[in-house]
């Protein structure tokens, strides 16, 4: 699907915001309406309507939340630059850049932002994606740097690294306190399929017992 230009006849690039909490999506909102070069055209709370509002408001610009509810925002990143190659998009999350940044890059967005440094940072992030150029901290930029030129990776890497995007996203969810039949529900998966993801989780992270995992994965997710 090729997406229309926007004739930006007033120099105003038109933003879509996907996240479900609306006091995020709101205070994203006065933040650029504030700028005269920026305007939010909508703000959604799922996957399924930011892909409906890409085709109504036609946005030069789409900032996604990585932990939507029924679909992680990996996952749409990856749908959107499928239908939209062109499409810019800067991802957004509570959860370390260290974790995320690069499976956002990898996916097809632009650029990574933090939600704590959203207030200070998010609207020079929004212009360099929008100028076409990678946006992440200035730390991250030199981790990626030294894998580059290294070919290695930083010692001390999370063990979470190792996970796939999808066995990432249950294991998130597991730690969140939700159980196989939640997460086969909220992800549209069968409960075997669930259970298959746990089994792989235990054994990348080197964990023996159903308990064992739930553990760590609440210490994860509220470290």
Not at 29 to 38: A, F, G, V
Not at 68 to 81: A, M, P, Q, R
Not at 179 to 184: A, C, F, P
Request: with cysteine; aromatic share 4%; hydrophobic share 40%.
């Amino acid at each position: 699907m090729i997406r229309k230009k926007h004739n930006k006849t007033d120099g105003v690039a038109r933003i879509l915001i996907v996240d479900d909490h609306p006091i995020v999506r709101q205070g994203l909102e006065n933040l650029i309406n504030h700028e005269k070069n920026l305007k939010v055209c909508g703000q959604v709370d799922s996957a399924y309507q930011a892909m409906e509002a890409i085709k109504t408001q036609n946005p030069d610009m789409i900032i996604v939340d990585i932990s939507l509810k029924e679909k992680n925002g990996l996952e749409l990143i990856k749908d959107i630059k499928v239908s939209y190659p062109n499409l810019p998009i800067l991802a957004l999350s509570m959860h370390d850049e260290a974790l995320f940044a690069e499976r956002s890059l990898r996916a097809g967005a632009k650029g990574y932002i933090m939600k704590q440094q959203a207030t200070d940072n998010v609207i020079k992030a929004i212009h360099k994606v929008l100028n076409n150029q990678l946006y992440v901290s200035d730390k991250m930029a030199a981790k990626m740097m030294n894998k580059l030129v290294t070919g290695k990776t930083q010692v001390g890497v999370s063990a979470t690294d190792c996970l796939s995007d999808r066995e990432l996203e249950v294991f998130l969810l597991i730690g969140k306190g939700h159980g196989t039949r939640q997460i086969s529900d909220q992800l549209h998966l069968s409960v075997k399929t669930i259970e298959s993801y746990r089994a792989h989780l235990k054994e990348k992270l080197k964990l023996d017992s159903a308990s064992e995992l739930l553990q760590y994965a609440i210490q994860w997710v509220n470290s």
